[in-house]
């Protein structure tokens, strides 16, 4: 079992960054795949970026360039920068890990950008 506790989501305007943080309830070295998603209103839930065994990166084309997945062991966190939010970044964004045992999800924090 894995609880994931996001934060830093917020408002910002066009242009503007923010960094989303994820942290684990226990060491992440096990856990083979960690990552986000998003979901806007009225859509499906999409993914945004993961990062999994062996720091390998994978990401939405429509992110691709602003936004990094990054992991930091020792803080058992997975982090997302985003840079030159644009208003269709708007959504719930969640945090996903994946092990043996399955998919562990965050409970969800608001990303907001106003144009």
């Known amino acids: 079992q894995v609880q994931l506790v996001e934060s830093g989501g917020g408002l910002v305007q066009a242009g503007g960054s923010l960094r989303l943080s994820c942290r684990a309830s226990?060491?992440?070295?096990?856990?083979?795949?960690m990552g986000w998603y998003r979901q806007a209103p009225g859509k499906e839930r999409e993914l945004v970026g993961r990062?999994?065994?062996?720091?390998?990166?994978t990401y939405a084309d429509s992110v691709k360039g602003r936004f990094t997945v990054s992991r930091t062991y020792d803080k058992n966190t997975v982090s997302l920068q985003m840079n030159s939010l644009k208003p269709e970044d708007t959504a719930v964004y969640y945090c996903?890990?994946?092990?043996?045992?399955?998919?562990?999800w965050g409970q969800g924090t608001q990303v907001t950008v106003s144009s």
């Open positions: 226990r060491g992440i070295y096990t856990i083979h795949a």
């Open positions: 990062i999994t065994t062996g720091d390998i990166t």
């Open positions: 996903v890990a994946s092990d043996y045992a399955g998919d562990y």
